[in-house]
């Protein structure tokens, strides 16, 4: 149900935009959440969206990414000033009731990924 795309190699200091694209009967009545698993690391959350349109971020993307709805079925995810230490998996997850949290159990359906790299 989630199909995440936008992935690729960058220098640091570059943008990147990463799109998670949402099948379902009710697309905008998911809050949708980006997570990120660097290699060796566990899965943290970045940022996320409710079905309000509230955003969240994590501390360490504060002021860099923005997260977005961009139609009835995608939500992007922005991201400038790119570090290495951004570089990892960015999954998009959803949860059914709406709401956003760094909990990545809560989520009940993911996409498959895509990769992010960050050259220094």
């Known amino acids: 149900q989630l199909q995440a795309s936008g992935g690729g190699l960058v220098q640091a200091g570059d943008s990147l935009r990463v799109s998670c694209v949402i099948s379902g009967r009710t697309p905008r009545g998911y809050g949708i959440g980006w997570f990120r698993q660097a290699p060796g690391k566990e899965r943290e959350f970045v940022a996320g969206?409710?079905?309000?349109?509230?955003p969240f971020y994590a501390e360490s993307v504060k002021g860099r990414f923005t997260i977005f709805r961009d139609n009835d079925v995608t939500v992007d995810l922005q991201m400038n000033n790119l570090k290495p230490g951004d570089t990892a998996v960015y999954y998009c997850a959803a949860d059914e009731e709406g709401v956003v949290t760094n909990d990545r159990r809560l989520y009940e359906y993911w996409g498959q990924g895509t990769l992010v790299t960050v050259s220094s």
């Open positions: 969206i409710s079905r309000w349109m509230s």
